[in-house]
């Protein structure tokens, strides 16, 4: 057989790659210009420590390499015995982290011990414990402060490169239920209103109270003025179940919900004009709800006697008007009971759910792809992966527009084929070979059927490939019903050769 020749395959792959979307940016920018905080009068250097993070992602379109590594600074608090709690984005596909004494003169390795990605938050320790004693010998850890009230001053606290210590005080502003890290996973935040200047660039940094840890810086907006920082009921449930062993993680019910403001709307769901309530649209299939007995189309009035109004939004006894989720995500650990009042046409119902944190692993599209390599199969020259909301969001910051509508459909709604599939695989791309002739052109196409094989997972597509005897493979797109047919011979072939050219490894399915 005579030779086959290949294209440099690697550089054509650029062709299907979306734009690059925006890096992370530091909490604390470098060159900030505000007020000079004060100089903090009390020792504090004795409880924090630098957290210094070497991170390298998995490049999205060529899930065979990973991008080149990126280096991250914070400003840590120890809060127990060589113990120090940050948020999971300083930790997230690191592949080294270390901490450093405050006066830079000492250094040891450290790993997580607990990490959340859905609150932003991680509780690290020293990789050795013999050279953590020396590291945090005479350390004072911070107690966790009092939940803040509105009005309340909190301090947040930077070091100088030189290691001279700063406060710069603010003012709690407003506490709101938002997300800290990934989009739909909202958690109570504090909004801190403090002119900050920059101390030494860090991507996160402890908030005070007097004496006590009050939060944990996420960001900064020089413009407004404004910090968002993780609220203190947050990271005192955060750092107790996670100091406690098994950590179980924050909870939820699994439903998505509406308001009712609509007159038409309440109309419709028989609601009285001096009831609130919010709609249930969607019911997670498998989720706490689901177990329990929620239907879409219910309403959901209290949670344990705590009402909820028209807007989804209930009375805190120290914050106010609050989303009626911290009832859930602040109120509850994985495990408890909870009682739902609820409306099913017109009709009164008590329901008790057992809440539980949702299980990444369970979902269609997962949300995050944090210290996991992606699944991947290589096949003479036609990529597959699965789809996730990483995958989506390197599209760019429109990615909602700019995304295929076929993935996109398959993120917004799972539900249609969670039947079919346990992930969306799917034709990411094509590396012009001889085996691919005529498909260069084919890109982001769900895979239905390879080889007679339903295809729930790429574990299931790897299966379908290995165990066919057939001189050709078939593989069958949702899309437009089309099939597409590989030569056994050639792919084979091709395969060989790509090991030769740089893809160390053909496929993944973890």
Sequence with gaps: MRPLSILPFLLMLASCNPPESKSAKPAVPAAEKATAPAVVEWNVKSSVVRLNST???WNPWQPWEKNPPVRRRALAAIIGPQLVVTTSELVAD?????????DGSRFTPAKVIAVDYEA??????????????ELFANSLPFKVAAPAKIGDTLEVLQLEDNGLPLVTPGTLQSVDVSPNLLPGQSFLTYLL???????????????????ELAGVLLSYNSKDQVCDVVSTDILARFITEATQGTYGGFPGLGISTARTEDGSLRQWLKLADDQGGIYIRNVRKGGAADRAGVREGDVLLAVDGQVIDRRGYYQHPNYGSLSWGHLIRGGKSSGDATRLSLLREGQPLEIEAKVEREDEKTRLVPSHAFDKAPNYLVKGGLVFQELSRPLLES???????????NLLDAFTNPENYEESMDRVVFLSGVIPTPATVGYEGLRNLIVRKANGREIRDMKTLIEAF??????LHSIEFADE???VHLDDLIATEVDTQL???????????E
């Excluded at 690191?94 to 405050?102: H, I």
């Excluded at 932003?120 to 050279?131: D, F, M, R, V, W």
């Excluded at 599209?395 to 509508?405: D, H, I, K, T, V």
Aim: charged share 20%; net charge positive.
């Design 120 to 133: 932003n938050l991680a509780l690290l320790g020293p990789a050795s414990e013999t050279q953590g004693a």
């Design 481 to 483: 019903n089309l099939t």
């Design 395 to 405: 599209f760019g910051e429109e990615w909602r527009s700019r995304a295929p509508l």
């Design 55 to 57: 991170q390298q992602t």
């Design 94 to 102: 690191a592949t080294y982290l270390e901490f450093e004494s405050a």
């Design 466 to 471: 290995d165990s066919n005897m057939a001189d």
């Design 193 to 211: 209103k403090a002119s900050m200047r920059s101390a030494s660039s860090s991507y996160t940094l402890p908030v005070l109270r007097g004496r």
């Design 499 to 509: 090991l030769k050219r740089g893809i160390n490894h053909l496929s993944r399915a």
